[in-house]
């Protein structure tokens, strides 16, 4: 498939006598200049930054994303005016299942999950994680974090030293409309009560709802 054309220009209409006709050539030629205009802004159709021209209500574009292709739809409302109508969420999960024995209070890492976001949003936000009690009673907390601001909690107590069950598994927290700049991070951060109290199989999920 060819490239399409950014050296088309209008041609003169001087020699028609009609003006009804002269008025839609006139069209015509300013509807193709803008095809190859828009055509000529994401090379491919997919573009890695949002546009900043031919902006207008309904416009839909590809925008390639860290964890796939996104469907955004302009309605230029806010400070975020793109809506993401289609598309994968982003990912992030410990590596390999580690498992990290920690104590008391701190941003988890090795194996952390974390997300910097590409563009400044609205999202929403799943995240998680197993736990294994050292002893009787223990409890663990994560975290959300967005730009080292806390923004939301999970907690769970296991009740058998050692051991997993029910109230332990799975632990869990969604966090909604929620705010970030582009290129900020957002990360989980843990509280356990033991030194030997574990956590595994982590992960975080940051679904955009409107991006800008």
Known sequence: MKPPRTDYEPKP???LSNPRLLRLFEAVNENVLHLYD???????????????????VGRRIVYSAPSGLW??????EGEYPWKKIGGPPLR?????????????????????PS?????????????????????TGGFATLGLFVNGVEKDW??????????????AFPLRNDALNLTVEAGKA????????FSNDTFYQMYLEVDPIRVG
């Open 38 to 56: 828009l055509a000529s802004e994401a090379p491919g159709g997919i573009f890695t930054e949002l546009p900043t021209r031919n902006l207008f």
């Open 154 to 167: 999970a907690k769970a107590t296991n009740q058998e030293a050692g051991g997993e069950n029910e109230d």
């Open 13 to 15: 209409f001087e020699n």
């Open 71 to 76: 469907d955004l739809f302009y309605d230029g």
């Open 115 to 135: 997300i910097t976001v590409p563009l400044k949003m609205e999202f929403d936000a799943a995240f998680g994680t197993r736990f294994l009690a050292f002893s």
């Open 186 to 193: 957002i990360a989980l951060r843990y509280k356990a009560e």
């Open 92 to 112: 992030a999960k410990d590596a390999a299942g580690e498992r990290l024995a920690k104590t008391g209070e701190g941003f988890l890492t090795t194996g952390a």
